[in-house]
């Protein structure tokens, strides 16, 4: 459902993380109805809206570096009544992406908020990783320095819940020998490449995927799932619920 033309609004509208057909109807049906486009990467969404046929559009930029500055004049856009739409680069705004600012400025000035929902690689790692998928944590993007992501990863391995991270492909196999070595027989899986030519699913214990990944340099975007303390399966038993 469109917005009415005399009432502003800030759509966020989920894009494909790597299959362009996974756009949903009722975003294109944003996208061509906005007013103006905030964009993470201006370049980036324009390949996507070129796919769809949808030219003549303003784009402007708004990322971690221009977004609180740039966040009010969208909101007086709004208030004007223009309908806003923002695009992260892939997947959904907000989620280890920019967009919680302008989100939150516009709550705080009375601005409506359209969420048009669309694929997100965490939901979707976490569906076909074959572990418990009823309560998950998510971390967002694993830290880089040795002593912060140790803590990280203990603190996965001691929660009943699933851990969803996101991980660089050049520190996968050096994360995984970190778990284990603190939990040798703790599941796993590694999602790469989600939605995309080559996806794959690597599932098991640290060992197992080590040896699958052997010497090779790890490509592609990684989705990483820990399985939870004591957890065996996805759904609870009647007795259970």
Not at 19 to 25: A, K, Q
Not at 100 to 111: F, P
Not at 170 to 187: A, F, M, N
């Amino acid at each position: 459902m469109t917005t009415p033309r005399n009432e502003g609004c800030i759509q966020l509208v989920g894009t494909p993380i790597g299959n362009l057909g996974d756009i949903t109807f009722r975003a294109v049906q944003c996208l061509k109805a906005a007013d103006v486009i905030a964009c993470e990467d201006t370049r980036h969404s324009r390949k996507l809206l070129s796919h769809l046929d949808i030219a003549d559009k303003e784009l402007v930029a708004l990322h971690d570096h221009n977004e609180d500055r740039r966040s009010s004049a969208l909101i007086e856009r709004a208030q004007s009544g223009e309908t806003v739409v923002f695009l992260s680069d892939a997947g959904m705004p907000t989620i280890s992406d920019p967009g919680y600012r302008l989100v939150n400025a516009s709550v705080e000035a009375g601005v409506r908020i359209e969420v048009i929902p669309g694929p997100c690689a965490v939901v979707t790692g976490l569906a076909g990783s074959g572990l418990p998928t009823d309560a998950f944590y998510f971390g967002g993007f694993l830290p880089v320095k040795s002593g912060k992501k140790t803590r990280e990863i203990e603190d996965a391995l001691s929660r009943k819940e699933s851990s969803v991270f996101f991980e660089s492909p050049h520190r996968i196999v050096k994360t995984l020998g970190l778990i284990k070595e603190l939990d040798p027989e703790r599941k796993v899986c590694v999602a790469r490449e989600l939605t995309k030519k080559f996806e794959t699913f690597h599932r098991g214990i640290p060992q197992e995927l080590l040896e699958e990944f052997g010497d090779r340099q790890v490509k592609g975007e990684i989705t990483l799932i820990i399985q939870g303390r004591g957890r065996k399966s996805a759904r609870p038993s009647k007795e259970q619920k």
